[in-house]
């Protein structure tokens, strides 16, 4: 009888993606495959270690887990991810209750690794960050109708704020073609939405062919038969160039939804976090884009109570938002990351500043997703169906301005043919409730 083996994948869809090719290597050496973690003789942790909320959410899963295998319902528990890669000499001395330690170069070794913990071996392997292998097999996690595309590893960015480049490495492109296999690969799998990511999408193709080559990739991912939707995450303004924009303005197949995570539009705190430009330039930037991509959905990002942020600087933020009025936002209060050069800096802002900070600006956000959705009333948004909601009596899915998890759905109801899983009709809208459309099917 095979051995069971879960994973549990926490943080960023680029972690998905890599504990998707962990589960195709696990189920090519003999192990059975469960989606409930809990159910598992090995459980795996796929951990973050980006943010402290992260890393308290991977801590606590892995201790949910620990009393689990205390009961004797599981038999080993693995951290792989970043958390394991960032506290390789911590994290078994502090979570005794974990088998297995796993950086993740040694992510292409995880069926040895799950091999030696059942035999009660403790593990602890960390090699080269360059060997985590940036294609392969994949089981694919998501529902089947879509699925994120990881075009690239690592960061050269080097935020201030930020442990990513010192956990994940340098940046490293994939090449075209095996992407483009892979894309044809996850259609011929029923896939209708690629989602396109990396920690900096826009930077893609630099250190491999010496130039940007998103906007090729996006046009060779648009002629996929199959594939009706291109969504992609993670553009950084200052590499957004004109053919980019252009492929966008022109390509039907490629969502208008960029997602540009700012940080924040005041030129002095941009520079100490190692960003670049100003509110001007960002302004710019943003008229630029909505003149010539009709219909343009911009999500953003912003961190509030960064070190030495003051309150004019924050108020000049809060205006920023007000002016450009982004169609998706998020904001979250400055994390202070040990060993990066922000945490070093003077001037750290309390904790209740920073909350408050963020606080302001969301409820400016929800002001600004009710203006938006009012001027969806009566229209008409194609949408992608996802399931049906026994307890609001409707059907739910995601429309071309939703990307999953981070953004809203839309409800409908429908007289007619009950619409499947993964199928793309229209929604006409009537009315919204907590800035999610609520509407009727058309057909």
């Known amino acids: ?145 879509y699925a994120y595309l990881k075009i690239a590893e690592g960061c050269d960015n080097k935020c201030t704020y930020c442990a990513i480049p010192m956990i994940r490495g340098r940046y490293r492109s994939r090449e075209t073609e095996n992407i483009v296999a892979e894309a044809k690969q996850l259609a011929e799998n029923g896939v209708k939405e690629l989602i396109v990511i990396a920690q900096d999408t826009t930077k893609y193709g630099v250190d491999l062919y010496g130039e940007y080559r998103l906007a090729a990739l996006l046009r060779e991912l648009c002629k996929i038969d199959g594939i009706e939707w291109v969504r992609v995450l993670y553009c950084y303004p200052e590499c957004i160039t004109d053919e980019l924009i252009d492929v966008f303005a022109t390509e039907d197949k490629l969502l208008k939804y960029i997602d540009m995570p700012l940080q924040h539009c005041d030129g002095a705190v941009l520079k100490r976090m190692c960003r670049k ?109 996802e399931g049906f909601d026994r307890y609001a009596e409707c059907f739910f899915g995601r429309s071309k301005a939703d990307s999953p998890d981070v953004d809203g759905k839309v409800f409908f109801t429908c007289s007619d043919a009950k619409p499947r899983e993964g199928d793309i009709i229209r929604v006409r809208v009537d009315d919204f409730l907590d800035c999610d459309p609520i509407g009727e099917m058309l057909y």
Not at 30 to 57: H, L, P, R
């Open 277 to 385: 430009g100003n509110r001007e330039e960002l302004t710019e930037l943003i008229k630029k884009l909505r003149e010539r991509i009709p219909g343009l959905v911009l999500r953003t990002t912003f961190i509030t109570g960064f070190p030495g942020e003051t309150e004019e600087q924050f108020t000049e933020l809060s205006e920023f938002v007000n002016d450009i009025k982004f169609e998706r936002m998020g904001c979250f209060p400055y994390s202070q990351e040990e060993d990066t050069p922000a945490a070093r800096m003077p001037n750290q802002i309390d904790e209740e500043v920073k909350e408050r900070r963020a606080e302001i600006l969301m409820e400016q956000q929800q002001f600004i997703m009710e203006k938006y959705n009012e001027a969806l009333l009566g229209k008409e948004l194609e949408v992608l169906v």
């Open 1 to 145: 009888m095979a051995y069971t083996v879960g994973i549990v994948s926490l943080g960023c869809a680029k972690n998905r993606v890599d504990a998707e090719m962990m589960l195709f290597t696990l189920r090519q050496a003999g192990y059975k495959i469960v989606e409930d973690v809990a159910m598992a003789d090995v459980a795996i942790v796929n951990t973050c270690g980006f943010i402290e909320s992260a890393k308290q959410e991977s801590i606590d899963e892995i201790l949910e887990l620990a009393l689990l295998k205390k009961e004797g319902k599981i038999k080993a528990i693995i951290a792989t991810g970043c958390l394991a890669e960032r506290y390789r000499d911590q994290m078994m001395k502090e979570l005794y209750e974990i088998d297995a330690v796993v950086g993740i170069g040694g992510n292409v070794d995880i069926a040895s690794v799950v091999a030696k913990v059942l035999e009660k071996e403790k593990v602890e392997t960390f090699p080269d960050k360059r060997q985590l292998p940036l294609e392969g097999g994949r089981i694919q996690s998501t529902s089947y109708y």
